[in-house]
């Protein structure tokens, strides 16, 4: 089939006469160039200026949900409903903190001096005070431009912290400048200072045994017991305010309390300024803050008696309005070792967590930002000794603890470090291209002062930085937007721009010979034409290929893949572009400079004259003059192919790529898709110490939510009972976390029997069975909003949404709100669960997982889905593989075509195709040994090296073309001429990706894999088997010099070879 479309392509294309226009037409366009190269050079950088005009339109896109997941995605379609109808409004920031002083092994987080320490920087964090006044002012500098300008940014105004200054307000508390979210009345925070009620007195004072029993005691309470749990005497260990649950247990509880109270800390109760106030008698002498709170839930007195203790009958209360849910230990304590005695004897980390509420504000550069969060949270990392961003004012004097080392995940953790990995990678960065441009300025010229490389080495690394400036302006012009992987072009350019001018180096050297050895010389302008002829084509097979290959890669539904493609597609054309009108006339430049023997770099001194091949050394340079004549490179090439040409060498050549494309099959087969965000922080980054040790002692499954979008509820009861039921059972859900169901709950509080609220309604098939639903619709929304406005569903609130906005409450609200039309139902709701961690490993269990789950639920309750923010990184994973299959195709499908169409000789071309496709085939392969999975990151890589693949195969191929002689003397041939420049290629990419593989960032790390990988593959393919390949199958071509001369058919030539190589 392949040798039928060449066929015909050739038929098409009259044989060659496409490639005989171009080169006429490269011909022209060199004679120009050499002829104009200082217009030439003005011209091009005007454009450039010209293309960069457009960075005042440019857009950059940061957001990893924005990059990676499929456009039309259902995870984005829900993600925007989720967003839209349960709006978050809570920053949560993780830490975990281990000893400071000792070696892992010997820590013992529980120790009473590492909970003091904690203690001491938990004030410290809640005594932070952000300055939103000058947080407005610096905007106002920033984006305020005149008097009127709109100003939303003064919602900052004033001093926040996390708890906020409380105030009266008409019998109320409110609090201003309070930054934490809340959890009801209370501050959303969880740590292990909660189970000492975080009391300043009781944690100071803390020995090992109280920590042990306050900690082994805390997951058993049936009630919550305001009290320390630290000490032996403390009413918490009352078996009657365990139970807390007949009237006497109650009423002897209180007994014990108010006993406790009076000798450990009397309280006061008084009115003051007609709002009862409590506090303790002498603050200085209280034992436990906890009767404080048991003291304002007494009578109004001037003392704290027995009967006013614990004032909470709570009468014919049902049970679930006095239930308890402790944060579980293991989820504050990591690495828990038992004794004899206590089950949780000693931890190696704890962890928790502070969250902040949301005041978020779009701005264009920025994207979403709440200063006063970024403040804060960068203020606590300090406390932490973390310098979250060293670059803000004011500077931090951020110590580490002597007792802690804390590690953490806060909201701006993520951009912090992404920001920080790339900034680190700056010197990388420019390390690779002062390696390129020190080995262009050996490669491209001699060791000799008027015929190094240095210049024209500078000019094919300022030809990458005009393409890159160029086509940023022309994207934002387009509105193209700019992902964080669009760095990556560098390297891309890199390799193809420095290939592409030893190319043409090296044609121009070439012709320069081939004049002098007929006797004659040739005027600059016709050696720049000649240049183009030969070395255009040469060049525009593997631009046309990569080009073509990523602008129709670009349709691909991964839209930092996408945007990827635009830009590396149009750099690559701008690129090739550059090369002619840039680096030829340069070269033209040069020739004229080394003519006249001027100094390389300093043109306004001249040396004696000498010729290419006679080089004298440069820089006080005091090596044997053999050195600076080099060559080594080039007969080395040229005797390593007369060896790999011979038959046995053929033989050794076949056998040995056949291994290792059987090894390359094999790893393909295996290789399997994954991707974790995590991956992008840096290796020493706080925040990947922190996944680290969340992994290896808090780890937990993914949590997720199953909505139920906007239907009818109560005829629906059926349905949402068993969704319960399939997510008790499924084994993609963990068991050890119980499913948070409104509904289930609801039921059990309406089906009690003691429930007078319910006691009328109907149930169907009965009160007590276990399918029991509401048989009334009017009675099932009345008995819902009830449970859903009281204490008893208060936990649930964040779970319902109703039709009618007025029935929405936020806070415990006896009567039904005026307004409320409770019959109109439910807007929507949601169960919670989290998701067993075993299914969610790597990406291919998590999308099997997400898809799976989804069909189910869908199926159990029409139009609900399971929502986690995780499922949109999870989305690119399903289809990761198809898109890089797709974009393969579509490479190959090109580079068939151009190959075809630029080296119009099936016989060449089919293997040049043929040695891509081993290429990459073996680069897929081996990616799998060196622990390089399928993602978003690695399929950018491996288009980039379809690129590098095409550059060192069809090079050779092209020269094999213009070659004469027998096959085997054509491919000798062709690596004599263009093979030091192949080589340079490889060596030069190689050396730059070296570099950049001592990054501490996934994306550099996975990048020098791929690309090493694929550069010594790849070379290895073009410079040694394609050779070997042509050498048997290529064929040969006669000169028209020898058929003029009459010389002997190159049958005898081979002879003649044969018998010298004996």
């Known amino acids: 089939l392949t040798l039928a479309v060449a066929n015909l392509l050739r038929f098409v294309m009259g044989l060659g ?92 987080i529980m120790d009473p001096k590492y909970i003091k320490a904690f203690h001491e920087i938990n004030e410290k964090v809640k005594n932070i005070v952000v300055d939103g006044d000058k947080l ?334 160029s086509t940023l302006g022309l994207m934002g012009y387009f509105q193209v937007p700019n992902g964080n992987l669009n760095n990556n072009l560098y390297f891309l350019l890199l390799g193809l721009g420095v290939d592409d001018a030893f190319v043409l180096t090296s044609e121009f050297l070439t012709h320069s010979r081939e004049a002098k050895e007929k006797g004659g010389s040739l005027s600059v302008p016709e050696l720049i034409a000649k240049t183009a002829r030969t070395g255009g084509i040469s060049v525009l097979i593997t631009s046309a290929t990569d080009a073509l290959a990523f602008l129709v890669g670009s349709t691909t539904v991964l839209p930092a893949l996408s945007w990827f493609c635009t830009y590396a597609g149009v750099s690559i054309c701008l690129c090739y572009t550059f090369q002619l009108t840039v680096f030829l006339p340069c ?154 169901s409104w509904y289930e709950e609801f039921m059990e509080w309406a089906t009690e029997p003691t429930q007078a609220a319910t006691a009328d309604d109907t149930f169907t098939p009965s009160r007590t069975a276990t399918d029991a639903v509401f048989g009334v619709e009017t009675e099932f929304y009345t008995a819902l909003h009830l449970w859903y406005r009281t204490n008893v569903g208060s936990r649930f609130r964040n779970s319902l949404s109703w039709k009618d906005e007025d029935c929405n409450v936020n806070a415990t609200v006896d009567a039904l709100p005026t307004g409320c039309t409770v019959t109109d139902g439910l807007k929507a709701s949601r169960f919670n669960a989290e998701l067993a961690l075993e299914v969610t490993n790597r990406g291919t269990d998590r999308y099997d997982t997400m898809t799976s789950m989804r069909s189910k639920v869908s199926e159990l309750y029409a139009g609900a889905f399971p929502y986690s923010f995780d499922f949109l990184y999870w989305e690119e994973v399903g289809i990761i593989d198809e898109e890089l299959i797709k974009n393969l195709a579509i490479c190959g499908a090109v580079i068939l075509v151009v190959i075809f169409a630029l080296v119009p000789n099936p016989r060449i071309a089919i293997w040049v195709v043929l040695c891509v496709v081993l290429s990459i085939v073996n680069t897929l392969g081996y990616m799998y040994f060196w622990d390089v999975t399928i993602s978003g990151v690695s399929t950018i890589y491996v288009l980039i090296c379809v690129g590098l693949a095409v550059d060192y195969a069809a090079h050779i191929a092209h020269m094999f073309k213009e070659s004469t002689g027998t096959a085997r003397e054509r491919a000798i041939n062709a690596v004599d001429r263009i093979g030091v420049c192949t080589f340079n290629a490889v060596l030069s990419t190689l050396l730059a990706v070296v570099v950049v593989g001592l990054s501490e960032s996934y994306v550099f790390r996975i990048f020098f894999k791929v690309l090493f990988l694929v550069v010594v593959i790849a070379g290895a393919h073009g410079l040694w088997l394609l050779p070997a390949i042509l050498s048997l199958v290529g064929g040969s071509k006669q000169s028209l010099e020898s058929y003029s001369a009459g010389e002997a058919p190159a049958a005898d030539k081979a002879s003649r070879i044969a018998a010298e190589d004996a």
């Open 587 to 740: 070269l033209a430049l040069n020739a004229r400079r080394t003519a006249a023997s001027r100094v390389d770099c300093c043109c306004c001194f001249k040396v004696a004259e000498r010729s290419l091949d006679d080089p004298q050394g440069c820089c006080c340079c005091c090596l044997p003059q053999k050195v600076f004549k080099g060559g080594v490179i080039k007969k080395g090439l040229r005797k390593f192919t007369e060896q790999t040409t011979k038959p046995i060498g053929q033989v050794v050549t076949f056998i040995l790529f056949a291994i290792i494309t059987g090894v390359g099959i094999f790893g393909t087969t295996k290789i399997y898709k994954d991707f974790k965000l995590e991956w992008f922080i840096p290796d020493s980054s706080y925040v990947n110490t922190f996944f680290t040790i969340n992994s290896e002692n808090f780890a937990t499954g993914t949590p997720i939510t199953v909505n139920f979008p906007e239907s009818n509820a109560f005829s629906m009861q059926s349905n949402l009972h068993e969704v319960y039921d399939y997510l008790n059972s499924t084994h993609l859900v963990n068991k050890d976390v119980a499913v948070d």
């Open 136 to 469: 407005v002012a610096d905007l106002d500098d920033a984006h305020k431009k005149s008097e009127g300008d709109n100003r939303p940014w003064t919602i900052y105004a004033g001093d926040w912290s996390f708890s906020g200054t409380p105030r009266s307000v008409n019998g109320s508390v409110v609090f201003d400048g309070r930054k934490c979210s809340q959890f009801g009345p209370f501050c959303a925070k969880s740590n292990l200072l909660d189970v000492f009620r975080d009391d300043d007195y009781v944690i100071t004072n803390l020995n090992s045994d109280q920590i042990l029993r306050a900690v082994n005691n805390w997951e058993g309470q049936e009630t919550m017991c305001p009290l320390t749990l630290a000490t032996a005497d403390s009413p918490c260990y009352n078996v009657n305010c365990q139970k807390y649950t007949t009237q006497t247990e109650r009423h002897n509880c209180r007994v014990a309390a108010t006993s406790y109270c009076t000798s450990k800390c009397p309280t006061i109760t008084q009115i003051i300024n007609g709002e009862e106030v409590t506090r303790p008698v002498d603050m200085a002498t209280c034992q436990d803050r906890g009767c404080i709170q048991l003291g304002a839930l007494g009578s109004v007195t001037t003392t704290t008696p027995a009967a006013g203790m614990l004032n909470t009958d709570p009468g014919d209360a049902p049970e679930s309005a006095f239930e308890f849910q402790a944060t579980k230990i293991k989820t504050m304590v990591g690495g828990l070792a038992s004794d004899a005695t206590w089950e949780y004897a000693s931890g190696k980390h704890i962890a928790g967590f502070w969250a902040l509420s949301k005041k978020e504000l779009y701005c264009p550069k920025e994207g979403v930002v709440d200063p006063v969060a970024d403040e804060w949270e960068r203020q606590v990392l300090c406390l932490m000794g973390i310098d979250a961003d060293p670059r803000a004012e004011p500077k931090l004097d951020c110590k580490e603890d002597d007792l802690l080392k804390f590690s953490g995940l806060f909201q701006r953790s993520l951009g912090d470090e992404f920001g920080n990995a790339i900034r680190g990678d700056i010197s990388k960065l420019t390390a690779s291209y002062g390696v390129i441009i020190v080995y262009c300025a050996f490669m491209l010229g001699k060791c000799d002062s008027v015929h190094s490389g240095v210049a024209m080495a500078f000019i094919a690394v300022a030809i990458v930085g005009m393409c890159i400036v």
């Open 17 to 108: 006469a496409v490639e005989r226009c171009l080169e006429n037409f490269f011909e022209k366009v060199g004679r120009g160039v050499g002829t104009h190269p200082i217009k030439t050079l003005v011209g091009s950088v005007v454009f450039t200026i010209a293309c960069g005009g457009g960075f005042a339109f440019l857009s950059s896109e940061t957001r990893p949900e924005k990059q990676w997941v499929p456009a039309g995605s259902l995870a984005l379609e829900h993600n925007d409903y989720v967003s839209a109808t349960w709006p978050g409004n809570a920053r949560f920031n993780f830490f975990s903190a281990t000893c400071a002083d000792v070696p892992e092994s010997e820590c013992d």
